[in-house]
Nanobody
Framework: QVQLVESGGGLVQAGGSLRLSCAAS????????MGWFRRAPGKEREFVAS????????YYTDSVKGRFTISRDNAKNTVYLQMNSLKPEDTAVYYC????????????????WGQGTQVTVSA
């Protein structure tokens, strides 16, 4: 069992930065791939970024490439999402998730989810 708690969301102006954190409980954190997803008002949940258990491989959706960076610290059971050059279209609730197998961008293969943290980017 893994419990995930996100933090770091807030209100920021366009062009600004935020760093989201996701703290995990449980001894098996280092064996899970971790992902960040987001849900904007009136839209479907979408994949943002993912990182393998080792941290060596990362994946991003095209709209955040070059602006967002996912990383993890297995010693601290924490995964991060550094978000730079934020745009109003990045406004959403951001969720972290943990999964053991499957396609990195498919939310169905993630077993555990956090409660989400709101990110609002003003124009």
């Amino acid at each position: 069992q893994v419990q995930l708690v996100e933090s770091g969301g807030g209100l920021v102006q366009a062009g600004g930065s935020l760093r989201l954190s996701c703290a995990a409980s449980g001894r098996m954190f280092s064996t899970y791939k971790m992902g960040w997803f987001r849900r904007a008002p009136g839209k479907e949940r979408e994949f943002v970024a993912s990182i393998t258990w080792s941290g060596y491989t990362t994946y991003y959706t095209d709209s955040v490439k070059g602006r967002f960076t996912i990383s993890r610290d297995n010693a601290k059971n924490t995964v991060y999402l550094q978000m730079n050059s934020l745009k109003p279209e990045d406004t959403a609730v951001y969720y972290c998730a943990a999964g053991s197998s499957g396609l990195y961008s498919d939310p169905a293969v993630y077993d555990y989810w956090g409660q989400g943290t709101q990110v609002t980017v003003s124009a």
